[in-house]
């Protein structure tokens, strides 16, 4: 039978070791014994740790004060672009391959060393330096998985400047809000890049968004060019505006292949990456660089037990944090060598996962349950045929809650019951993994369950008063005093970052996620408790998509919320109130779909749009999602009564008309 999440657990044994050499955590007792020191000291415990990277000590920094404030060795200065290839090179291993990048058309291969990537950052750094850039300021990056987006990331990185990477999945409009509130002069964009059988145009989408930038007095002075070999690209030279437009290729051909690093504080900005808050729009999330550069290493290190010589394989797009930290900068930091796939797990069969993993020998494999739910039943992956799990070792989910199904399937057919699962929690916020079961030789896992904390992290539960939850129990996920990765502010708003995560319960950083504490005091999580939705692992905003239906001129209101759905996890659904003397259609129902489609990406736009007379609210104007949530769940079937208490409604007959419109 397979386990469910509140069930009796059945145990999961880990099997024996099969690493060739001894794992970083080679028992429990390992793991108890640094996290105790991690707690108990924490300046010793990171320190020791930071020193294994190369720093300049000296610093005249003066942390800003505040009332939420974390600063990670603020006295010394160091770049965190050094630490992920110079260090590597200077101790000899210039020629280790940094990625097998591999393309989107099968056989389409690139390989990349640490030599070469470290050339073309320095080269980068030149041009971008050429273009005006200094430390601090901010260069958004909008490109698919390609060598040259890491590439990008570093050579900000390397000359102090703060990357901004823009899924290449956002629309025009998306993109210009990022511009604008960065206020970026520099834009890099990789003209068209293939993801499945779809050919898409980012350059045409980062031209329009340039011009939205410019009509709201944000004008982007320089945008960089890169070709993705075999795409197929639409625009030519005529395409490339003069005075604007540079082409990678010349630019970093031309430009100087030494590139003087920028030693930055240790608090300086690394980069920001904008994700969905609960309210209006999408925040700035600021990570600094030293505590980053630590944690983001480190993370990677236990939880993936990574040794040299292992491949890792991450299918996370740079664009979210996940590529972020476990593409570019804890694998690099870690001397690792790994696979960058440009597209789509099953293209152009459901087999490409595990044909890539097969090719290149992948010994750490890391993707979100979606992936995982997709992928089940569609293609076996070949160790299901022969019994063997290959090489792999480690396999890592993240992104959403997984469900035992898929956890299982991915443990007795992807892993063949010989890999840990690792199933990460943690947030663009947190920077690295907070909690997650580590790979230790004979840890009892248990299907969709995070764990426990990682080195640093105090995790605890609050009651709706604030007050800690001890033992067993359910309440909201925070987490005590700060960590190396945690957020320092929202891009230009600090007070909002200590509204939105420090205001309700000052002292604890709010997660925004539920969790339940077993009786062995691990952590289970059960979901957002704020209006955040997670489809296909992405995080959305429900306030973002409501914004979007509303700038429809028939929409006078909207409400979203999510329905499970079997493969992305949740779905969208849409209640729109049209305005008055407006017509529903099926054509209405097109266009108000294509507004969240321009305003944010596809992947925003509700799977269900549902004609809504009026909307559900309490007297003080609230809409009442919960109700929402039930219509939505139930469907047609849905009963009246299973709707719980509707006294409160201002108008509670809404409901009952509400119930009325299904598939009109
Ligand atoms: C890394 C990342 C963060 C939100 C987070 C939570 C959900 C992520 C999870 C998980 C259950 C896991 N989440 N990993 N829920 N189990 N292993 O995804 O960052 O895009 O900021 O999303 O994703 O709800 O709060 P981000």
Same mark, same amino acid.
């Given at each position: ?50 020193? #294994? ?63 070469? %990537? ?30 040259? %987006? ?22 025009? /409009? ?47 002075? =320089? &945008?960089?060019? $890169? ?32 590139? /003087? ?37 480190? $993370? ?6 990574? =040794? /040299? ?22 694998? %690099? ?25 097969? =090719? ?79 790979? *230790?030789?004979?840890? &009892? ?26 033992? /067993? ?25 200590? #509204? ?31 209006? *955040? ?17 509303? %700038? ?11 329905? !499970? ?25 097109? #266009? ?17 749009? =549902? ?19 039930? *219509? ?11 709707? !719980? ?15 009325? $419109?299904?598939?009109?």
């Amino acid at each position: 039978m397979a386990p469910t999440a509140c069930a009796p657990l059945p145990a999961q044994p880990v099997p024996p070791p099969v690493p060739p050499h001894e794992p970083h955590l080679p028992s429990l007792a390992a793991y108890h014994a640094l996290y105790a020191r991690s707690i108990a000291d924490p300046s010793a415990f990171w320190r020791d740790i930071a020193d #294994e990277f190369t720093w300049h000590s000296k610093s005249n920094f003066d942390p800003a004060a505040g009332p939420v404030h974390v600063s990670f060795l603020p006295d010394r200065r160091t770049n965190v672009a050094y630490n992920a290839l110079d260090r590597w090179i200077s101790a000899g291993h210039g020629a280790r391959v940094a990625f097998y990048a591999e393309g989107n058309e099968p056989g389409r291969r690139r390989v990349v060393t640490y030599a070469d %990537l470290a050339d073309s950052v320095a080269r980068m750094g030149n041009v971008l330096r050429a273009r005006g850039v200094r430390k601090g300021d901010v260069v958004v990056l909008y490109m698919p998985m390609v060598p040259e %987006l890491p590439a990008a990331m570093l050579a900000c990185a390397r000359i102090g400047a703060v990357h901004s990477v823009v899924f290449g999945g956002f629309s025009s /409009e998306a993109l210009a809000g990022r511009i604008v509130d960065s206020k970026a002069n520099v834009v890099v964009v990789t003209e068209a890049i293939g993801r499945g059988k779809k050919q898409i145009q980012l350059k045409a989408i980062a031209d329009r968004a340039l011009e939205i930038a410019e009509a709201a007095g944000h004008r982007v002075e =320089h &945008q960089i060019v $890169t070709k993705v070999p075999g795409a197929e690209s639409v625009s030519d030279e005529a395409c490339m505006v003069a005075g604007r437009d540079v082409d990678w290729d010349e630019a970093v051909r031309e430009a100087d292949a030494e590139c /003087e690093v920028e030693w930055v504080e240790s608090e300086h900005p690394l980069f920001v990456l904008y994700t969905s808050g609960s309210t209006g729009k999408p925040k700035g999330v600021v990570h600094s660089t030293g505590g980053y550069m630590v944690y983001a290493a480190t $993370t990677f290190k236990y939880t993936f037990d990574y =040794h /040299e010589g292992d491949v890792f394989f991450s299918t996370s797009d740079c664009g979210w944090i996940t590529g972020h930290s476990y593409v570019t900068y804890g694998p %690099l930091l870690n001397g690792a060598t790994q696979v960058l796939y440009e597209g789509v797990p099953n293209y152009p069969t459901p087999a490409r996962l595990w044909e890539i993993c097969e =090719h290149y020998g992948v010994n750490q494999l890391y993707t979100a349950p979606t992936v995982i739910r997709a992928l089940k039943g569609a293609a076996p992956p070949p160790q299901a045929r022969d019994g063997k799990a290959e090489a792999l070792r480690v396999l890592g989910t993240v992104g959403e809650p997984i469900n035992p199904e898929a956890w299982m399937w991915y443990y007795e057919v992807v892993g063949a019951r010989r890999c840990a699962i690792v199933d990460t929690w943690w947030q663009t916020e947190t920077g690295g993994h907070a909690m997650t079961p580590l790979p *230790i030789p004979g840890l &009892q896992m248990k299907p969709g369950c995070a764990m426990m904390p990682f080195f640093g992290i105090q995790a605890a539960l609050l009651n709706g008063d604030g007050a800690e939850v001890e033992g /067993e129990g359910e309440g909201l996920l925070v987490i005590k005093s700060g960590w190396p990765a945690a957020l320092r502010t929202v891009y230009g708003d600090h007070g909002r970052m200590e #509204e939105a995560y420090f205001g309700r319960f000052p002292g604890y950083y709010m997660t925004g996620d539920g969790a339940r504490r077993d009786a062995d005091g691990h952590y289970w999580l059960t979901g957002r408790v704020d209006d *955040i939705l997670n489809v296909s692992g992405h995080r959305i905003g429900t306030a973002e998509v409501e914004s979007a239906l509303v %700038l429809h001129h028939a929409v006078a209101e909207a409400a979203v919320v999510s329905v !499970g759905h079997a493969v992305k996890g949740e779905s969208l659904y849409a209640f729109v109130s049209l305005m008055g003397g407006v017509e529903a259609s099926g054509d209405l129902r097109a #266009e108000i779909r294509a507004c969240v489609r321009n305003e944010i990406g596809a992947f925003a736009a509700p799977d269900a749009v =549902h004609w809504a007379p009026a909307l559900p609210k309490t007297r003080s104007g609230k809409i009442m999602r919960r109700i929402l949530r039930k *219509i939505a769940a139930g469907g047609a079937r849905t009963r009246r009564e299973d709707l !719980g208490d509707t006294s409160t409604l201002t108008d509670p007959s809404v409901v009952d008309a509400l119930l009325d $419109t299904f598939g009109k």
